[in-house]
């Protein structure tokens, strides 16, 4: 007994500030016990300082008394050995009480809820309903516990045993059932909500999390204005439910107003439902980025959310701003790091990726699979696609994510066969899932797989029980389009069982431009034109189809159409980076300070080609101008131009060219850099807006087949 008194003082020692003096000279004293209330005093520090050895000593000296421990007691026992995270302890105290009451019961099951354990905790209703009716926290535990277990008989069973004990209107029970009903059927959340008779602010904000959850934000918007219009307090828990519903910039607007009389863009949390809903809704940037300054005690979750809110359309910022957090925020986490690598897969080059990847070593997360498929897609999307194969090989805990991953990458640069056989060794590992199948159609569509891509299509189905989706379907058809199959391809679309969309019609609109395909083109550009009336693809593409026809004239009305529409079509740009800078090129280059540098180099680059056999595709423009005009205007295409500035550069190119556009590249264009390849000697990498062209000694990656 002394040992144990001994310990248990020892214990107490390091927070003597939380208990009284006068208790840790009874617990340390031989020849005393503390008194109930001295015992359950240090129970419930024990409890609330997770201290196990103190709490099992003083059980200890509990059974030492007779008789056994009071129900008041062997409840703080058990709270204790739930606290601490030893169930089986609590479990074994419950079972030895002699007399349990409500609060046995009730501790006992949100501790199994808290835990998880929603099975266990659901079963210990009946054993207990026989001698207690639950109370208000007994049955919105149990019903956060059907909420978090997706178990909705179970949840309809509690509903109907607080209807019966009058604890429905209950505020505790009934908000716990809006939540419960979120997850199953909105309607009977209303239903619930209307028939309170008194409504809290944790009831509004149930409801209002509850439409969100539901996708219903006009509903989520209408509640709050009612409790605006009531005059109705609100907190941050009704506007984190209700930013993210806004579905306009000016609603948008409105909340934020409201936000700022009432000083809650100070909180990081809403501050953060701001950055996000702004950007969703493509606002201004320097809008919502005044927003996260404004905001107190950032987080590495707000970091992350203004780093993901301009990762895809303004990746320099986003840079940036993971500059300002290394120096400024706190340490970055798995998905900070993968936020990071996603922005580099938008840069020109894999030079941002390669300086990212030491830092993730450094940091710990060399071997953490989300961080590491970030850099296989962004290793993959920079052309470096060794260093994506690389980093997938030595990869121990791979997911699907992982091989959908390299199976993208793949068909991203045209090597269909290898994305084929890597998923072929992914299926002995895991389950392929709708997105593999994207990819993997993708692949057979870059790589003129025509009967592996139907043999595909028709696995996903008949093995794999994966009903294809639009995407599968925009692959299928390109596939079959690309090969010339255009009738069994326009029969593929007649026979979908959903609405075809944009992506659907365009690949049937290309592979009909062509092969030339006229009457089935026309259909195509109609419907594009329908479900995207802005735009300028459908007009573009069926006017060259006409001009390639020789139909001048219906070609130059459906430019005019476009123009009479305010349609404007996307011009060509090309990025290369040169001595770590990034230089942009238009058709032409009339703004770059060495234009007539690059003229110079390209002209005299233009005359070797031809002697190697480049012609100039003077069909591929429409204007009708002189023939000389025409071969002018191909030359001064945006990566031709980028190409010959970087041979004006030749130190600060090492290794390979690497050039970004942002459209299809062309025909002649494919042509000039093939040769160029060749007669310079060095590998090119064009980028386009579908797939990598890796061009080697006079031939490209693709086999011309784009």
């Known amino acids: 007994m002394m040992a144990a008194a001994a310990a248990a003082a020892a214990a107490v020692s390091s927070v003597r500030y939380h208990i009284p003096d006068s208790l840790l000279a009874a617990l340390s004293s031989a020849a005393t016990f503390p008194s109930t209330s001295s015992f359950a005093t240090l129970l419930h520090a024990c409890s609330r300082l997770r201290l196990l050895l103190l709490g099992r000593s003083l059980h200890r000296r509990l059974l030492l008394l007779p008789p056994s421990p009071s129900p008041f007691l062997s409840n703080h ?37 808290h835990h998880g354990l929603h099975d266990l905790a659901f079963h210990l209703l009946p054993r207990m309903l026989p001698h207690h009716i639950p109370n208000e926290f007994a049955l919105a535990a149990a019903l956060s516990s059907c909420t978090a277990a997706f178990h909705p008989l179970r949840g309809y069973l509690l509903h109907a045993l607080a209807t019966k004990t009058s604890l429905n209107i209950n505020p505790f029970v009934a908000n716990a059932l ?26 509004y904000n149930s409801m209002i999390a509850a439409f969100l959850r539901n996708h219903q934000p006009g509903n989520s918007l209408t509640l709050f204005g009612q409790m605006h219009r ?62 996260f300054c404004g905001a107190k005690d950032h987080d590495i979750v707000s970091w992350t959310g203004i780093m993901t809110s301009c990762a895809d359309k303004e990746p320099e910022k986003a840079a940036l701003l993971f500059h300002q957090l290394r120096h400024e925020g706190p340490k970055p986490d798995r998905y900070t790091f993968s ?84 998923f072929e060794d992914m299926v002995k590992h895991v389950a392929p ?26 696995m996903m189905h008949e093995v794999y029980n994966i009903s294809p989706q639009l995407d599968h379907y925009a692959c299928m058809v390109d596939i079959l389009g690309r090969n ?53 693809i459908g007009y573009v593409m069926i006017s060259n189809l006409y001009c390639e026809s020789g139909n001048l004239g219906d070609g130059a009305f459906a430019r005019k159409e476009m123009k009479v529409c305010g349609v404007k079509k996307e011009p060509g740009l090309s990025w290369i980076e040169i001595a770590n800078r990034v230089h942009e090129f238009s058709a032409g280059a009339r703004r770059h300070p060495q234009r007539e540098l690059i003229y110079v ?106």
Not at 433 to 444: R, Y
Not at 643 to 662: D, Q, T
């Open 77 to 113: 026992l058990l709270n204790m050995y739930a606290q601490c995270g030893r169930l089986d302890l609590a479990r074994h105290v419950f079972n030895s009480m002699t007399l349990r009451n409500l609060v046995s019961y009730t501790a006992l099951l949100t501790a199994y809820i």
């Open 178 to 203: 809006i939540t419960f009903y979120s997850t199953t059927d909105v309607d009977s959340a209303w239903l619930v909500f209307c028939s309170l008779p008194t409504k809290t602010l944790v009831s």
């Open 230 to 291: 009531a005059s109705l307090p609100f907190d941050r828990a009704t506007l984190l439910g209700v930013i993210p519903s806004c579905t306009d910039l000016r609603h948008c607007g409105q909340l934020h107003c409201l936000a700022i009389k009432t000083n809650s863009l100070l909180e990081v949390e809403v501050a953060t439902a701001f950055v996000k809903s702004y950007s969703a809704l493509e606002g201004d940037f320097d809008e919502y980025y005044k927003i």
């Open 339 to 422: 936020i990071a690598v996603k922005v580099s897969a938008g840069f020109a080059t894999a030079r941002y990726c390669s300086s990212l990847h030491p830092l993730i070593l450094k940091s710990g997360f060399g071997d953490d699979t989300v961080v590491l498929n970030a850099l296989i897609h962004a290793y993959a999307r920079c052309g470096s696609i060794d260093s994506a194969e690389h980093i997938f090989e030595q990869l121990m805990d791979r997911d699907e994510v992982s091989w959908n991953s390299m199976i993208k990458a793949y068909a991203a640069h045209g090597r269909g066969k290898e994305a084929i056989s890597i």
């Open 433 to 458: 899932d709708s997105a593999t199948f994207v990819g993997l159609l993708t692949a057979c569509s870059h790589g003129g797989l025509v009967d592996e891509g139907r043999g595909i299509f028709k």
């Open 484 to 536: 010339g199959n255009i009738k069994e391809a326009y029969d593929l679309i007649d026979e979908l069982p959903v609405r075809p969309d944009s992506v659907i019609w365009s690949a049937l609109l290309g592979a009909c431009r062509k092969h030339g395909e006229m009457q089935i083109g026309e259909k195509a550009a109609k419907k594009l034109m329908e479900l995207e009336p802005k735009n300028s």
């Open 601 to 706: 180099e390209l002209y005299k680059l233009a005359e070797k080609l031809k002697e190697m056999g480049y012609v100039a595709q003077t069909r591929l423009v429409f204007h009708e101008t002189l023939e000389e005009d025409k071969k002018d205007r191909l030359l001064l295409h945006s990566e031709k131009l980028a190409l010959a500035f970087a041979l004006i550069n030749p130190s600060a190119v090492v290794g390979s060219v690497r050039i970004m556009k942002n459209i299809r590249i062309c025909e002649d264009c494919h042509n000039f850099i093939r040769l160029a390849s060749k007669c310079i000697g060095k590998e090119i990498v064009v980028r386009d807006a579908n797939r990598f062209h890796h061009f080697v000694a006079g031939v490209c990656s693709c086999g011309d087949y784009w």
